[in-house]
Structures are given as C-alpha cells and as structure tokens.
C-alpha cells in the first residue's frame, strides 16, 4: 500500500465544564464529547523523504505550524523510521469552529501513516503520541462518546448514542480559545448528563446541554445567544455552543426538522451542517 484516503470526524461537545485553573497554567477540564459526521478527506501517499503538505484552504499554513504536518514528524521521529509523506487535506470541517478540526486532521494522518507503515503503533500507542500534539487529539482517534477529564485528554469512554440528528451552524466571527479562557469563572456540571447518555434518554440529552464558557463567549458575540434561540423556534430539542466557540449546535428529533432549519441558516450565511452522531472506532 503506497497511499490511504482517511476521514476525518468533527466532534461537538455536548458539556463543558471548567473546574478550576491548574499550576501549569491550563485548565482543569470536565466535558462530554462526541464525533460526528462532518469530516474532512486527507489523503497520505508515501514518499523516499520528507514531508509535503497542502490544502484547498490557501490561508492555512503547510509546515509545521500546521498540526497535521506536525503529526507527520511526531510520526516518523517515534516510529524511528526514513520515508516520508504528501499530504493532501481537503477541509470541509470549518476552521477554528470549535469542532476539534485541526486536532481531527492530526489523528487522522497519526492512523493513516500507521496503517501505511505497517500498523508499527498500538492504538493506544497512538492516543499517547496524539497527547504530545493536543489535548483532543487522542479523543479524535478513538471517537465515539467520551467523558475528558485533565487538560482534556484523560478519556472515560461512554455507552455509544443512538445515532442523533444535530444541527451545526457557525457564524462568521472569530473567537479567541485564549481570550475566552482567561475571562472565565468556573462552573460545574456534567454527571447528568453521563446518566442521561447511560440510558440512552435523548430528551435527557437535549436538556443537558451546557457549556460554561458560553458566560464569556455569547457576550463577545450575541449573534451566538441568537442562533441558540433561533434553533430552538426552528424546533431543536436543545442547543448549545461547542468548545470555544462561535459554532452552535442543535439537538434536533429527526432529519427534516434538522434541514428546514439549515434552510433558514444557509440564508444567514452561517456554515451550516446537518450530521448524526458516530460510534466509537477503538477502544482508549
């Protein structure tokens, strides 16, 4: 095999809870995450040497200050190995969203490299080296439904979901994940959820949805409080906004209900997404 096309999964969060800040500076994390359906396509085709990378989004970088590119030297630097890479992203997760799409990208060239090599990492080999990238990016390798706990990357797998329509609508504006997390004042809640994930209760779900630093975020960007509104005129069980932001997501109880609302975003020029919920590819 000299070439892989992989996927790679978005997630949404389905709480976010920030305990307190941590003595090196991060904070300690207590969420519920889950993969989706929105992904990007990444092929990898082997090389003699080198790495080379390139997207269809002229703005992002395609050295190592891209994090995919810098999975590919983790990669290769373990795996104590000569050859190398192009690497070929097509984005369609959008950028700086909140949707884990970078950390996705990074997991999704760590398996596929593997796999290309000779499967020379164990899968849970793969989530310690995704670690040294980014807290979700171990998360973004095993998928499914995860409760993430430390800096994000201790994982307690969950009951996989029924598979559950959501709704994904992101607003043009930018949000800094560093500004959005120096502005914050804890909270706590999460273990509500858990059950409600437990009994497979996706009204329970729905009502759950929470996400702390909306407290900081939605006062930056009301447009945010608005699209969560809106969602649920437009018939969402529940709505919240995912990871720092400004993305929104709702629970919606079917596909139809799901597109009339992405009719009426698309007219917003949201980017918008209808997805379901995915199942956990491998143990953590």
């Known amino acids: 095999m000299n070439q892989i096309d992989v996927t790679s999964n978005a997630k949404i969060n389905l709480t976010l809870d920030v305990l307190k800040k941590r003595e090196d500076g991060y904070h300690e994390l207590k969420m519920i995450m889950q993969t989706v359906s929105l992904y990007d396509i990444i092929n990898l085709r082997k090389t003699d040497s080198g790495i080379f990378l390139k997207t269809n989004l002229k703005y992002l970088p395609t050295d190592s200050r891209n994090i995919a590119y810098a999975a590919a030297q983790l990669f290769f630097t373990a795996a104590e ?27 999704a060239v760590l398996t596929g490299l593997n796999t290309l090599y000779g499967k020379i990492f164990s899968e849970k080999e793969l989530c310690l080296l995704g670690e040294k990238l980014g807290s979700d990016v171990p998360f973004c390798i095993a998928g499914g439904c995860a409760l993430s706990t430390g800096r994000g990357e201790i994982l307690t797998p969950l009951p996989d979901m029924p598979t559950t329509t959501f709704l994904i609508a992101k607003p043009p504006v930018r949000v800094s994940t560093a500004a959005v997390y120096g502005s914050l004042r804890a909270d706590k809640l999460t273990d509500g959820m858990i059950s409600a994930i437990q009994k497979h209760d996706q009204s329970g779900v729905a009502v759950r949805l929470f996400n702390v630093l909306e407290t900081v975020t939605a006062k930056e960007h009301p447009i945010i409080k608005k699209i969560k509104q809106d969602m649920i005129e437009l018939g969402a069980l ?47």
């Open 81 to 107: 190995i000569s050859g190398g890479v192009d690497i070929n992203i097509k984005k369609t997760i959008p950028v700086a969203a909140g949707l884990a799409g970078g950390s996705s990208n990074a997991a």
């Open 238 to 284: 529940g709505s919240v906004m995912s990871g720092s932001g400004p993305t929104v997501i709702g629970l919606f109880k079917d596909k139809k209900l799901a597109n009339d609302a992405k009719n009426v975003m698309l007219k917003r020029r949201f980017d918008t997404f209808v997805v379901h919920t995915l199942k956990r590819k491998t143990e953590i």
